[in-house]
């Protein structure tokens, strides 16, 4: 079984970073220190190995988030859930056009 490491914030209780998807601690600690410098030493980061394809759904899901999160501060009069039913919507269809060719 393959297994990737990510970073988990005990403060908020989620993850984050998902562009920091890595096979091995070292990678994902290099990469945490390069994207937020030495915020990353505070004990609320931790490295957590997830199972590759939980690590996917995982990604996929915080892409949503923030992407739902940016139109939403463009568009604050829209409920954020709308905005993020809206983008996993969108991304489905877009998957299932692709999945056709």
Not at 33 to 62: M, P, Q, T, W, Y
């Amino acid at each position: 079984m393959e297994y990737r490491y990510m970073i988990y914030n005990n403060m908020k209780n989620e993850y984050q970073f998902p562009r920091i998807c890595e096979t091995t601690v070292k990678g994902a600690n290099t990469l945490l220190f390069k994207l937020i410098g030495n915020d990353a030493r505070k004990d609320r980061f931790k490295i957590v190995k997830v199972e590759k394809e939980k690590a996917k759904s995982i990604v996929k899901e915080l892409k949503q988030k923030y992407k739902a999160e940016r139109i939403h501060r463009e568009l604050d009069n829209i409920p954020f859930n709308e905005i993020l039913e809206l983008v996993k919507r969108n991304e489905e269809d877009n998957d299932k056009r692709t999945r056709k060719f």
